[in-house]
């Protein structure tokens, strides 16, 4: 049996007559709306992490070690950096044994006052003047006598005994003291010796290396959350009273014209006092593409602008002819006719509004075939009242 192919110019004819059809099946017809539309302004900005923060040294020291680089995932209270730290060590266990002799100190203090209020000096015949003679006699003789010669008052000598005592309590008392705020200090700068990760996120930059020395407030590292992102920008004041803390604006990503909505976080309460602007900080959709620094393109009303109907067409109705921007209507014979336009802002994603050109109510062509020109007329039966071929 002899198998028949179709011929080339059957096969070219086919393929045609598909891409015809596949085009047929792209364009629509649409009839112009106007809608309320007050002047938009977009405003540039940069995409920030949700908080970032700048590791310094605190004391100085040669770095003795970096856990990662730049990007990797850390958890919080991680270390991320140390400081060598041998001399303070040292110095610790100097500030120990300190330590450990004032509190023997105070606890002979306390001993001695111990002894001084429950049997005191004033009452001990080694304290009197004495003849050698037994303690009986010294005791019966010896301390009348001391008193009637004008040898002291026991009562003033038992209060200065007892007050002597008691110095020596609190001298060895603030010395304990002294020698805790000493360890305590020296413990301190062994904390600050090592760069802990506040929170979960991410290393984003390194200012050191292993090896190299740094001195009391040398930048680190820079540590961030970038799990959410935001956009900063300064607005201009007038337009501030356009936004609220929770409302949406539409916002355009520099990372394939990523297009999104996005939440003011943050209004600052002051102005700039020479840009006149202020800084507001938007919250971005989680798992928004891109990452901190990308330039982003914010869209606020200008409230201060009268709103009136302009009409709103899909952007894919608009083509560049040069640099003219045009679209294509339908007369009222169905028939196409390419007219200019001038494009206003967007008004949303997929629509733009039309500043002169077209009115509202005229019929134009969305995404037309590329065969299309003036006087191409569509299929009678594709055409719909206001809607969709």
């Not at 045609?16 to 007050?38: K, P, R």
Request: hydrophobic share 40%; aromatic share 6%.
């Amino acid at each position: 049996m002899r198998l028949k192919f179709p011929t080339a110019p059957t096969v070219f004819i086919n393929s045609v007559m598909l891409l015809l059809s596949m085009q047929a099946q792209a364009w629509q017809v649409m009839t112009v709306e106007a809608a309320a539309f007050g002047s938009k302004i977009k405003i540039g900005g940069t995409v920030i992490p949700y908080k970032e923060v700048t590791l310094s040294a605190q004391v100085p020291g040669r770095i003795q070690y970096i856990a990662g680089s730049e990007g990797d995932y850390f958890q919080k209270n991680n270390l991320l950096l140390s400081i060598d730290d041998d001399d303070l060590v040292a110095k610790r266990r100097a500030a120990l044994a300190q330590l450990a002799n004032a509190e023997s100190s105070l606890r002979n203090a306390r001993v001695q006052y111990n002894r001084e209020l429950i049997s005191p000096r004033t009452e001990s015949t080694g304290s009197m003047p004495g003849m050698g003679m037994p303690s009986l006699f010294d005791n019966l003789f010896t301390r009348n006598v001391g008193n009637a010669m004008g040898y002291g008052n026991p009562d003033v000598e038992r209060h200065a005994d007892l007050y002597s005592s008691g110095s020596h309590v609190k001298n060895a008392e603030s010395a304990v003291l002294k020698s805790r705020s000493a360890l305590e200090e020296l413990d301190a700068k062994l904390r600050d010796a090592r760069a802990i990760a506040p929170f979960d996120g991410k290393l984003v930059r390194k200012m050191v290396e292993e090896g190299d020395t740094v001195q009391p407030g040398t930048p680190l590292l820079k540590f961030a959350h970038t799990q959410y992102l935001r956009i900063r920008a300064e607005i201009p004041a007038r337009l501030i009273f356009g936004l609220s803390k929770g409302s949406l604006v539409d916002v355009k990503l520099d990372i394939n014209n990523t297009y999104t909505k996005a939440k003011v976080a943050q209004i600052y309460p002051v102005a700039d006092q020479q840009k006149h602007t202020v800084t507001v900080k938007f919250d971005l959709p989680e798992g928004t593409p891109g990452g901190p620094g990308l330039y982003a393109e914010v869209t606020i009303n200008d409230t201060t602008a009268s709103q009136k109907p302009v009409p709103v067409i899909p952007k894919d109705a608009v083509l560049y002819r040069g640099s003219l921007p045009s679209v294509y209507i339908l007369d009222k014979e169905n028939k196409a006719k390419m007219k200019l336009v001038r494009l206003g802002a967007d008004y949303d994603e997929l629509r733009v509004t039309v500043l002169s050109g077209i009115s509202e109510g005229d019929r134009i062509i969305s995404a037309p075939p590329k065969t299309i020109r003036s006087g191409w007329t569509p299929e009678i039966q594709n055409l719909t009242s206001g809607g969709d071929s």
